[in-house]
């Protein structure tokens, strides 16, 4: 059953823009996880939030999780056109079951 | 960081056959693997998780003797997809667990096609 939920489901942006995207969540978490998926290609991961984490970076990604509103947003700062991908939210919970969110379908035009 | 392949990347097949991939871990073990479906312009929805040396379990609404999965080693997991039918052409991805439990390191996927 779907745990994560996107929005928006499609962003378009110029390049150079910062895109943001948010997940939210029904169930307590162990963590979360952002991942991005090229069109036809396997998922490449980026970034783990643990549930006792509130932010964090790595490189121009910034990822934000606030547990009391069950959500999470992921922030890419100077954007590219190769950023064009879909990326998805997976929420693991303390069962061990890690769900995936509909996806986010960024598109950076240059 | 840590690879998974998948084997084949793409197959054609006819309706009524049955299809193989195979999924590896490739410098790591990995105890849990999953196996996933993607319809087109959709998410990954998780078809069975499947542990080495024990039958896999299958999520619901997923025919465990349509999709057979082994998982014979802590490096590799099959899926079979038995009689398949148009409907099972999809994009089927991999997934495999690393031992601090945290992260799944995805394969490319398995785009399947039944005509």
């Known amino acids: 059953s779907q745990q994560g939920e996107e929005d928006p489901q499609a962003l378009s942006i110029q390049e150079g823009e910062n895109a943001t995207m948010n997940c939210s969540y029904k169930?307590?978490?162990?963590?979360l996880q952002w991942y991005r998926q090229n069109s036809g290609r396997g998922l490449v991961h980026l970034i783990l939030i643990r549930s006792n984490e509130r932010e964090k970076h790595s490189g121009r990604l910034r990822v934000t999780l606030d547990t009391s509103k069950k959500s999470s947003s992921l922030l890419i700062t100077a954007s590219r056109a190769a950023d064009t991908a879909s990326y998805f939210c997976?929420?693991?919970?303390?069962?061990?079951?890690?769900?995936f969110g509909p996806g986010t379908r960024l598109s950076v035009l240059p | 960081g840590a690879v998974v392949s998948q084997h084949p990347s793409r197959v054609i097949c006819k309706s009524g056959t049955s299809v193989k991939i195979e999924c590896r871990s490739l410098?790591?073990?990995?105890?849990?693997m999953f196996w996933y479906r993607q319809f087109p312009k959709q998410s990954l929805m998780l078809m069975a998780t499947s542990n080495e040396g024990s039958k896999a379990t299958y999520e619901q609404g997923v025919e465990k003797d349509k999709f057979l999965i082994n998982h014979a080693s802590l490096t590799l997991s099959t899926l079979t997809v038995t009689s398949a039918h148009p409907e099972d052409s999809s994009f089927y991805i991999c997934?495999?667990?690393?031992?601090?439990?945290?992260?799944?390191?995805f394969g490319p996927g398995t785009r399947l096609l039944v005509l």
């Open positions: 410098d790591f073990q990995a105890t849990t």
């Open positions: 997934s495999a667990r690393d031992t601090n439990q945290e992260t799944q390191y």
């Open positions: 997976a929420t693991r919970d303390y069962g061990q079951n890690f769900v």
């Open positions: 169930t307590s978490i162990n963590n």
